[in-house]
């Protein structure tokens, strides 16, 4: 419990530092985000155990197109083996996959693969795992403001309600690793509030203790939303 009596409930996650963790070894770039990938599979395993009603990680930025051919296509496939391989426990975990981001900018094969794992987890209950597929906060933020036009007034209310997290609990704390401290496009408009927490460790290298000392020091600050 945090000193305002809150615990954290919508956990969001800039997974960086794949890379470096590589170079580091004299390692291939590719093998940094595999084993980023088993960095968020650790996470998504303990998800019950922090009893995270959310969890929202950058996976893709509308801005990761721009990286080389091949690195966009290890990255594509390893997020299809990240679902051929774990649904299965993730679905009978009670996880909810969703995705924010125009995710349909994907190949074909991969969309089909997401909507499938859509679709075998919408009626879960537990931790909702939100990825973020070809996400940015600008794309996001003039998609909403542009769907609540449609419907009458833009108001702080109306954007918030066409948001892609709209349906997920408000967001709490945002974490990032590697020790690089922005929030490149990531989740603009939720973190007008949220608490945030930068850690040197790469993501590779991030563990359950890890995302347990990050909630540890959420619980100690008082979030006083502009007031006193
Ligand atoms: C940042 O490291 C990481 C990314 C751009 C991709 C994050 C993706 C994963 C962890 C794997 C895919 C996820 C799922 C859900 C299967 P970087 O390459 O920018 O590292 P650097 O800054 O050290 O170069």
New binding site residues.
Partial sequence: MGEDGTKARHVAII???????AKKRHLP?AL??QR??E??RRLVRGARDFELEALT????STE?WRRPDEEVSD?MA??KR?ILSDLDEMAENGIRLKIIGDYKAFRPDVVELIEGALSRTAANTGTILA?ALNYGAHDEIARAATKAAAKGAITPETIAAELDTADLPPLDLLIRT?GEERLSNFLLWQAAYCELYFTET??PDFTADHLAQALESFTRRERRYGGR
């Fill in positions: 997974m960086d530092g794949n890379g470096r963790w770039r940094g985000h980023g990938v960095a968020v990680i950058y996976a893709f990761n990255l390893l997020m990240f990825v590697s790469l993501w």
